[in-house]
């Protein structure tokens, strides 16, 4: 079964730095792409960053050049790494990945979710 597993959230003052961690495990065959969404209270879920087929990123406009989003050597983790934390980035981060198995039926693309970790940014 393959399951996202995160880390690294907390309380950080403003101009801080946080950074997050995601681990895949279970068989798979490919992750095809990985980001990170948020969701603040009363707020939609909403994309933070990505990286998709191991290279190529992209960012929402309010973190761009605060936030970088990596993966590493063996591709099944992603980081996200928050630089310069503003009080408006305080919300519940979750990691996303689509991601290739093999099922009786051949291959299949199924997106997963992790669990969520909290990140507050305040004085």
């Known amino acids: 079964q393959v399951q996202l597993v995160e880390s690294g959230g907390g309380l950080v003052q403003p101009g801080g730095s946080l950074r997050l961690s995601c681990a895949v495990s279970?068989?798979?065959?490919?992750?095809?792409?990985m980001g990170w969404y948020r969701q603040a209270p009363g707020k939609q879920r909403e994309l933070v960053a990505a990286?998709?087929?191991?290279?190529?990123?992209a960012y929402r406009d309010s973190v761009k050049g605060r936030f970088t989003v990596s993966r590493d050597n063996a591709g099944n983790t992603v980081y996200l790494q928050m630089n310069s934390l503003r009080p408006e980035d305080t919300a519940h981060y979750y990691c996303?990945?689509?991601?290739?198995?093999?099922?009786?039926?051949?291959?299949?693309?199924?997106?997963?979710w992790g669990q969520g970790t909290q990140v507050t940014v305040s004085s």
């Open positions: 996303n990945a689509r991601i290739t198995t093999a099922q009786a039926m051949g291959l299949r693309e199924t997106e997963y």
């Open positions: 279970g068989s798979i065959v490919r992750i095809n792409a």
């Open positions: 990286i998709i087929s191991g290279s190529s990123t």
